[in-house]
Nanobody, 115 residues
Framework: QVQLAESGGGLVQAGGSLRLSCVASGSISEINVMGWYRQVPGKQRDLVALMSNGGSTNYADSVKGRFTISRDNPKNTVYGQMNGLKPEDTGVYYC?????????WGQGTQVTVSS
């Protein structure tokens, strides 16, 4: 089992910045992918960004140039630096951990961007 604990959400004005953090604990594999998804009420959970333990990244087109994912592998932590936030970035951001065909999800952290 893997547990994920997110932090860093909040309320910010358009154009502002936030930094999300997610710490994984439990049965952590050396080979894994961690990242972020966003969900708004009534819609599916959408990819924001993923990063492998080796440093490969995948970003949603909507956040390219504004969202930077990074990791501290010894600390089993993934970060998401969000700049130039827009109202459409509003949602619950979920941390995800993938390894060995299994996925684990955090409880989510709310990000609200006011116009």
């Amino acid at each position: 089992q893997v547990q994920l604990a997110e932090s860093g959400g909040g309320l910010v004005q358009a154009g502002g910045s936030l930094r999300l953090s997610c710490v994984a604990s439990g049965s952590i594999s050396e080979i894994n992918v961690m990242g972020w998804y966003r969900q708004v009420p009534g819609k599916q959970r959408d990819l924001v960004a993923l990063m492998s333990n080796g440093g490969s990244t995948n970003y949603a087109d909507s956040v390219k140039g504004r969202f930077t994912i990074s990791r501290d592998n010894p600390k089993n932590t993934v970060y998401g630096q969000m700049n130039g936030l827009k109202p459409e970035d509003t949602g619950v951001y979920y941390c995800v951990y993938y390894s060995g065909g299994q996925d684990y999800w955090g409880q989510g952290t709310q990000v609200t961007v006011s116009s």
